[in-house]
């Protein structure tokens, strides 16, 4: 630890692990109290890889801003406050949550982080602050099993659920077309049925042709020789 302060030339740092969540093992270290976090520190590094950063008194006052973000695009946002003599701004430590509306510089540095990310995450959550220069910075990228606080927006819920239906269940069909313009696979060389389906409702064995074709006015998930209505 003396190091990362000669090294860094910094006057206070926060270290947590780099792949962590709630605050666990996120500690607040300066100059005075080196002494005590040496022994765990040494400890802790042999187990899991930590990262630095340098202390931004503006946590204390401003918070640290959450924003949501589905398929790259903001929904909503919180704003998380630590209780007094704390930095850790988690409700592990007693920090409270906040309705807030994100500026749109906010928005922005967020959603331009997401899509430099490949492939794009169809769900994350950027958790950013105002360093001591009163900049925004990005404090965490949350990509692994974050907390979105739909709470905060149920329709925010709502959206990802439709985009998780879209991107994978129809990917789940195959040949078929769904969504437009087609995804997948297509059969270059296609069977001719031995029967036109009919036009108005009637019950059939299905056509190994239609069966191979599930899709938009299709029936869903068919198989061979399957009861059908048309």
């Given at each position: 630890?003396?190091?990362?302060?000669?090294?860094?030339?910094?006057?206070?740092?926060?270290i947590?692990?780099?792949?962590?969540g709630?605050?666990?093992?996120?500690?607040?270290?300066?100059?005075?109290?080196?002494?005590?976090?040496?022994?765990?520190?040494?400890?802790?590094?042999?187990?899991?890889?930590?990262?630095?950063?340098?202390f931004?008194?503006?946590?204390?006052?401003?918070?640290?801003?959450?924003?949501?973000?589905?398929?790259?695009?903001?929904?909503?946002?919180?704003?998380?406050?630590?209780?007094?003599?704390?930095?850790?701004?988690?409700?592990?430590f007693?920090?409270?949550?906040?309705s807030?509306?994100?500026?749109?510089?906010?928005?922005?540095f967020?959603?331009n982080?997401?899509?430099v990310?490949k492939?794009?995450?169809?769900y994350?959550?950027?958790?950013?602050m105002?360093?001591?220069?009163?900049?925004?910075v990005?404090?965490?990228?949350?990509?692994?099993?974050?907390e979105?606080?739909?709470?905060?927006?149920?329709?925010?819920?709502?959206?990802?659920?439709?985009?998780?239906?879209?991107?994978?269940?129809?990917?789940?069909?195959?040949?078929s077309s769904?969504?437009?313009?087609p995804?997948?696979?297509?059969?270059?060389?296609?069977?001719?049925?031995?029967?036109?389906?009919?036009?108005?409702?009637?019950?059939?064995?299905?056509?190994?042709?239609?069966?191979?074709?599930?899709?938009?006015?299709r029936?869903?998930l068919?198989?061979?020789?399957?009861?059908?209505?048309?």
């Open positions: 630890l003396k190091e990362v302060f000669t090294q860094s030339n910094f006057k206070e740092i926060i947590k692990p780099t792949v962590s709630a605050g666990r093992h996120t500690y607040r270290v300066n100059k005075s109290n080196i002494d005590n976090y040496k022994n765990i520190f040494s400890l802790l590094i042999k187990e899991e890889d930590f990262i630095v950063q340098e931004q008194k503006n946590i204390l006052t401003k918070g640290e801003i959450s924003i949501m973000l589905i398929n790259g695009k903001h929904t909503h946002a919180i704003l998380k406050k630590a209780k007094k003599n704390e930095f850790r701004v988690q409700d592990d007693g920090g409270t949550v906040h807030y509306s994100a500026s749109k510089e906010e928005i922005k967020a959603e982080i997401i899509s990310i492939p794009k995450p169809v994350a959550r950027v958790d950013l105002f360093n001591d220069k009163n900049e925004i990005l404090s965490e990228l949350e990509l692994i099993e974050p979105m606080w739909f709470r905060k927006n149920p329709l925010a819920a709502e959206i990802l659920a439709k985009k998780i239906f879209e991107i994978y269940f129809w990917s789940l069909l195959g040949t769904i969504p437009w313009p995804q997948g696979w297509h059969l270059t060389i296609l069977l001719k049925p031995k029967i036109e389906p009919f036009k108005t409702p009637h019950s059939l064995i299905a056509s190994i042709v239609y069966w191979e074709h599930v899709g938009w006015k029936h869903l068919g198989k061979k020789g399957e009861m059908i209505f048309w």
